[in-house]
């Protein structure tokens, strides 16, 4: 399968999605004026990715700051990864913050509480 990867902007998250180098990343912020447009390829390649998963995935989330639209996307990304664990495949997500970043810290224990996968919050100190 094809990587999905797009470069980051001031707006725009990194989104480096790669099975070979067992690679699937989010980062950056998350503030595009259409969030739906900006995810939209990555939920496609999602689609595919869902029928055939490698037997064990890492999704990590490593966001400075995303807005409400990015948030309702990020949980539609996160329903298709359900599809993963579902049929019996290893997934695990991991949601980076930073120590003081109390806001992040609760947006990831608000999606650890909605998400039917293994959700691991990890600190960056």
């Known amino acids: 399968m094809d990587a999905y990867y797009l470069e980051a ?9 790669n099975p070979d180098a067992e ?14 447009e900006f995810y939209k390829p990555l939920l496609d390649w999602l689609d ?10 890492i999704f990590e989330i490593k966001l400075e700051y995303f807005n409400t639209s990015s948030s309702k996307c990020l949980v539609e ?3 298709k990864l359900e ?3 579902e049929d019996g495949k290893s997934i695990t997500i991991d949601w980076y913050y930073e120590e003081e970043d109390e806001d992040m810290e609760e947006s990831g224990e608000d999606f650890k ?3 039917k996968v293994p959700f691991k919050m990890v600190e960056i100190k």
């Open 9 to 17: 902007t001031p707006k725009t998250s990194k989104l480096d999605f």
């Open 83 to 85: 599809k993963i664990k």
């Open 23 to 36: 690679t699937f990343l989010i980062s950056g912020r998350s503030i595009p004026e259409n969030s739906i």
């Open 48 to 57: 595919k990715y869902v029928q055939n998963p490698l037997e064990s995935t």
């Open 77 to 79: 990304i996160f329903r």
């Open 113 to 115: 509480q909605i998400i």
